[in-house]
């Protein structure tokens, strides 16, 4: 993608208004700078006191004159001071309102932009997202787009200098045509002569994209794995490898500094060199007068510093273009991977699951990936019963989970919700009817309350001791604070049965269809094991319940327990008959 269609793209999203008010800004700024350059001419012709006129623009003066006689003022030295105070004071003025205008179009479309790429995310298909890196994610929401900001700001910066040139060279060109000329080949001569410094600079972008990327996954990474660090006294490993990639990182970033660095030391030498080169031509060659020379030479000595930082400026967009880039593409591909969605949400396409849920042939396999997950399966979960499936790490377990759950779509087959299919565009639907405690319990570092009432809206306090009840968490009762307990971080002031207990309760509180236990208690004691095992035997005939482990405690609690191996079903049927089978080993 070029520069200016990224430039475009990415202002989009900006405000409308907002916009428009800083491009106007800006021509003003411009104007202002243009005019005050001009009357630099006529206050150096009455400052000189009778020298000659001026012969580039003879005219020049009476176009100030006449200017001075529509308003009703005698041109004078006190006026044209007067008046070129007045420009300073306006282009000052105009210059802190495109500042602040701009500050805020930038941090409108950076905002805008990192909403719609946390909204492209969580839109996407989970399938989609299995094959991701969450880390990923995370340094693009942080870091990326934080360099787009910059790298907007620096083209921003850019459109004003380059106005601000274009002025100057206009300005120029209306006094001295044959000097300017001469100016804006130099400008193009130095600008081709550091563009392998650009393609530099670009790559060094794409490196400091990697670099960051690198350093996101690693402090996600060191921050969840302290615990096993300690364990295992790795704690010198993890700093090494901390140190290593912030040194990738620093490398990147000084890299970046010594180009701008050699950038601008570059222009500091060139542009005193064609300063000298123009005064040189306009005294030796054109006898330029003095009034017209020293207006030329100020405009010149504002164009070289301007034309640096107009290139460094472009240098920040170079350096920020690949973060730029890679979110792109992020939204581009959320945007093929996006769920689908009923366009009515209003109607749910049943009011009540009081049969069955069925799996009719289904299968689906992992992309990368040649044997199925799950391959022709077919099973019923009658309505407000207990349905058990157990076996082996890979079995299929939680591919299942996830299936039924809404997450995924089969490959082939169908999931019936009492007969009628669950399509792609109502599984959104689907997943509010749906509750899932899994091994992996979702604590935040708030109170019990507010983890318990995430993601629903107003709870009753009798509906959340009700829900604490069912859990068998009347621990939390007890408690100091009660349900204004802070959990800490992941839930780590809890112990494992307290955690699953909560998050049980929790899921209680949707009301759901359907409940799933994926390995809940997989990682619990005996003991709180069964009284997890209790709790859920309590609510055998209010729920349609499916409980998915490798091994669990209380199978004979459950109406049928179906066995799956290698993505198929090989048993299915109450507790004691799936005993009486010889050939099945967990």
Same mark, same amino acid.
């Given at each position: ?47 000189? =006191? ?14 100030? !004159? ?9 041109? *004078? ?8 105070? %007045? ?29 719609? %790429? ?87 972008? !794409? ?26 006294? *790795? ?55 003095? /009034? ?12 070289? /510093? ?15 273009? /690949? ?8 939204? !581009?591909? %959320? ?45 019923? =979960?009658?309505?407000? #019963?207990?349905?058990? &499936? ?36 109502? !599984? ?36 959340? #001791? ?9 621990? &939390?009762?007890?408690? /100091? ?47 709180? @094991? ?41 048993? @299915? ?14």
């Amino acid at each position: 993608m070029n520069h200016i269609k990224a430039f475009m793209w990415l202002t989009q999203s900006a405000p409308k208004k907002l916009l428009m008010t800083v491009l106007i800004l800006m021509v003003i700024g411009i104007f202002t700078e243009s005019f005050g350059l001009l009357l630099l001419i006529p206050l150096l012709e009455v400052l000189s =006191l009778g020298s000659n006129p001026v012969n580039a623009k003879p005219g020049m003066l009476d176009m100030f !004159r006449s200017f001075f006689d529509q308003v009703g003022i005698a041109m *004078s030295i006190e006026s044209l001071l007067l008046l070129f105070i %007045c420009l300073a004071a306006l282009r000052g003025v105009v210059q802190i309102m495109r500042e602040k205008m701009s500050s805020r179009l930038q941090h409108a479309v950076i905002d805008n932009l990192r909403l719609r %790429c946390f909204k492209s995310i969580l839109s996407v298909e989970w399938r989609w997202f299995l094959n991701t890196k969450s880390a990923d994610h995370g340094s693009l929401l942080l870091n990326y787009i934080n360099r787009i900001g910059a790298g907007l700001h620096a083209a921003l910066s850019l459109i004003v200098t380059l106005g601000a040139m274009a002025a100057y060279f206009m300005t120029a060109a209306f006094i001295s045509l044959k000097l300017t000329l001469i100016a804006i080949s130099s400008a193009v001569f130095v600008y081709l002569l550091l563009h392998k410094q650009r393609e530099q600079v670009l790559t060094l972008g !794409r490196g400091l994209t990697k670099s960051s990327q690198a350093l996101f996954s690693n402090v996600q990474e060191s921050l969840a794995s302290i615990k096993l660090a300690k364990i295992l006294g *790795s704690e010198d490993l993890q700093f090494t490898r901390m140190k290593q990639t912030l040194h990738q990182l620093s490398v990147a970033m000084l890299s970046f500094v010594e180009s701008s660095s050699r950038s601008r030391a570059a222009f500091q030498f060139l542009g005193a060199a064609l300063l000298a080169a123009y005064l040189y031509l306009g005294i030796v060659f054109w006898a330029t007068p003095w /009034p017209v020379l020293i207006t030329l030479v100020f405009i010149f000595s504002r164009l070289i /510093p301007s034309f640096m930082s107009a290139h460094q400026q472009f240098e920040q967009w170079l350096y920020a273009l /690949p973060a730029f880039t890679d979110t792109e593409r992020l939204l !581009r591909e %959320c945007d093929h991977h996006t769920e689908d969605v009923v366009s009515d949400t209003s109607t749910a396409f049943i009011t009540a699951l009081k049969k069955s849920i069925q799996l009719k042939k289904v299968s689906l396999t992992y992309e990368g990936r040649t044997k199925p997950a799950l391959s022709n399966i077919t099973l019923t =979960l009658p309505a407000y #019963k207990t349905t058990a &499936v157990i076996g082996r790490s890979g079995a299929g377990k939680s591919t299942l989970a996830d299936m039924l759950i809404g997450l995924l779509q089969p490959d082939q087959g169908a999931i019936l919700i009492d007969g009628i299919p669950l399509s792609a565009s109502h !599984r959104k639907l689907w997943r509010q009817k749906v509750a899932y405690v899994s091994q992996d319990i979702f604590l935040s570092h708030d109170t019990i309350r507010n983890n318990l009432t995430w993601g629903k809206s107003e709870i009753s306090e009798v509906k959340l #001791k009700d829900a604490l009840k069912r859990a068998s968490a009347d621990f &939390v009762f007890k408690l /100091p604070k009660g349900l204004n307990t802070v959990v800490g971080d992941g839930g780590i002031r809890l112990s494992g049965g307290e955690r699953q207990r909560i998050a049980l309760a929790r899921a209680l509180l949707r009301d759901p269809w359907l409940l799933i236990l994926d390995e809940a208690t997989s990682a619990l004691d005996r003991d709180n @094991e069964a009284r997890i095992m209790d709790s859920i035997e309590k609510l055998h005939g209010g729920y349609t319940v499916l409980m998915i482990g490798h091994r669990l405690l209380r199978l004979d609690i459950a109406d049928q327990v179906i066995v799956l191996d290698e993505g198929k079903v090989i048993a @299915e049927g109450p507790w004691q008959s799936i005993q009486k089978n010889k050939l099945l080993r967990l």
